[in-house]
C-alpha cells in the first residue's frame, strides 16, 4: 500500500478513483480490524441473500458456476459471503439431483485496493471431484475453500466482465462510494459549493442535488455494466447505506458518522490555525446514502433489471465496543471506524501528521458524546435483489 505524506496534496477527481480504498493492512485503524459491524450487518441480512440465490438458475456442470464479489475491499467480510454463497448454491444442485460444477469467485474493487491483505486472507485449495473431496466436504474442512479465485481491479461502474458470463454479483457497503465528487460542489462560482463542510450532511439543496444526481449518474452506469456482463437467469444482489429521510440532506448514520464529530474535528484544525478553510473546503466525502425512492427510479430508469426485492433494512451501530459504558472505548471506536473508511482520503488531503491530530479530535469529541453516540448512530441499508428483464 502506497502512503501519502505530503502535506499539500489536493485530491481531485482523477487521482479518487487511483487512490479511494478502506484503509489496508492488518493495523489498528486498517478495515481489515474495523469491519465487524459490516459483518454483524451482512450476517443479519443472510436469509434475503439467500432467497435471492434460490432464484438463481443451476446449469450444467460442463460450466463453472461464476461469482462476484464488488467492493471486496480488503478484510474477510468478503471470503465468507462467497463461501455462503457458494455453499447455499452447490446444496441447490445438490438437491436437484444435479452434478455440482466448479465454482470461480472474482473479488473486484479499485486499483488501489490491498489485494494482498486480501489474499493472504483466502484458506488453502480443496478440490472437489475426482482425486478430491466433495463439496460439502471442502466447505466442512479447516480453512479450506472449493472455488478458484482471482481478483479484478477496476471500478465497477465501468465494465469488468464478458458479456453473459456472471452467474451471480453481490456487492455489500460500496454503491454509496461514489466516483467522483460532484464537479460543482468544489466550484467556488457554483450555488452548489459546499463552503464549511466536508460531506453532504447538513449542506444547502444545491450542494445535496449535486450529490443526487453523481449518485443517479454512477448507479446508472453500474447497472448498463452489470446488465452485459450477468447471465441470464443469474442474479445481482446489492446492499448499500440508505437513509429513511426523503430530503437528501440528511443522510441518517451516514451524516451522524461524518457529518457531526467528523465534522466538528475539521472545524477545530481550522480554528486551530493548523490548516485553512480553504483546505477544509477542497475535502468532500464521495458518499451518498439514497432513499428508496431514489434507487427504484434508477433501476426502473435503466430497464435492463426486474426488482425482486427492495427494501430499507436497519444494520444497527457501526460502532463495535464491548463496554458501553467506557467513553474512551466508544471515542476510540468512532474515531477507528472513520479512519478505516475514510483515512486514505484524509492522509492524501492533509497529510499523515495533521489527518492523525484530525482523527485524535474525532476521538475525544466521541468521548463527549459516547452516550449519544451509542443511542442515535445507526445505519440503515438499502437491500436490491435484481434480476435481468
Known amino acids: 500500500m502506497s502512503t501519502h505524506k ?27 480490524n474495523n469491519s465487524q459491524a459490516q459483518a454483524r450487518h451482512a450476517k ?15 446449469g450444467s456442470a460442463d460450466t463453472p458456476f461464476v461469482v462476484v464479489d464488488l467492493g471486496c475491499s480488503s478484510g474477510s467480510n468478503t471470503i465468507y459471503i462467497v463461501d455462503v454463497i457458494i455453499n447455499h448454491v452447490a446444496k441447490r444442485y ?19 485496493n490491498d489485494f494482498n491483505t486480501l ?41 469488468l466482465f464478458p458479456a453473459r458470463s456472471i452467474d451471480v454479483f453481490h456487492s455489500a457497503f460500496s454503491l454509496h462510494w461514489l ?19 466536508v460531506c453532504i450532511h447538513g449542506a ?20 448498463k455494466a452489470r446488465s452485459v456482463e450477468l447471465k441470464r437467469g443469474g442474479s445481482m444482489f446489492l446492499v448499500c447505506l440508505g437513509r429513511t429521510s426523503l430530503d437528501p440532506t440528511d443522510q441518517g448514520g451516514a451524516g451522524l458518522l461524518f ?37 427504484r427510479e434508477v433501476v426502473e430508469s435503466n430497464g435492463s433489471f426486474a426488482i425482486n426485492k427492495l427494501e430499507l433494512f436497519r444494520g444497527g451501530s457501526p460502532l463495535v465496543v464491548s463496554q458501553p459504558d467506557n467513553e474512551a472505548e466508544v471515542g476510540q471506536a468512532l474515531a477507528t471506524s472513520c479512519r478505516s473508511v475514510c483515512g486514505v482520503l484524509v492522509d492524501a488531503h492533509i497529510g499523515d501528521r495533521l489527518s492523525s491530530e484530525l482523527f485524535t479530535r474525532v476521538e475525544h469529541r466521541g468521548m463527549s458524546h459516547a452516550k449519544e453516540l451509542l443511542e442515535q448512530l445507526q445505519f440503515f441499508h438499502i437491500v436490491a435483489s435484481l434480476s435481468l428483464c
Not at 443479519?44 to 440465490?53: C, G, Q
Not at 457529518?259 to 468532500?284: C, M
Request: proline content about 4%; aromatic content about 12%.
Open 94 to 112: 445438490e438437491a436437484s439431483g444435479s452434478v455440482v460444477p466448479e465454482f470461480s469467485a472474482f473479488f473486484s474493487d479499485l486499483p488501489s
Open 119 to 159: 489474499f493472504q486472507l483466502l484458506p488453502n485449495y480443496c478440490y472437489v471431484g475426482e482425486g478430491g473431496g466433495t463439496m460439502e466436504e471442502c466447505l466442512a474442512s479447516d480453512k479450506h475453500r472449493s472455488y478458484f479465485a482471482a481478483g479484478v481491479p477496476g471500478s465497477f461502474y465501468r465494465r
Open 44 to 58: 443479519s441480512m443472510l436469509h434475503l441473500l439467500k432467497e435471492a440465490l434460490d432464484e438463481v438458475h443451476i
Open 179 to 197: 466516483s467522483q465528487i460532484p464537479e460543482n460542489v468544489l466550484d467556488k462560482r457554483s450555488k452548489a459549493y459546499n463552503k464549511g463542510r
Open 259 to 295: 457529518g457531526t464529530h467528523f465534522q466538528d474535528a475539521w472545524d477545530d484544525l481550522v480554528q486551530e490555525g493548523l490548516i485553512n478553510s480553504e483546505k477544509r473546503d477542497s475535502f468532500n466525502i464521495p458518499v451518498y446514502a439514497p432513499s428508496l425512492q431514489d434507487f
Open 6 to 32: 505530503g502535506e499539500n496534496v489536493v485530491v481531485t477527481n482523477m487521482k479518487l478513483e487511483k487512490m479511494l480504498c478502506m484503509k489496508g493492512g492488518n493495523g489498528q485503524a486498517s478495515y481489515a
Open 204 to 223: 444547502n439543496e444545491s450542494t445535496a442535488n449535486a450529490y443526487k444526481k453523481q449518485f443517479q449518474t454512477d448507479l446508472a452506469a453500474f447497472l
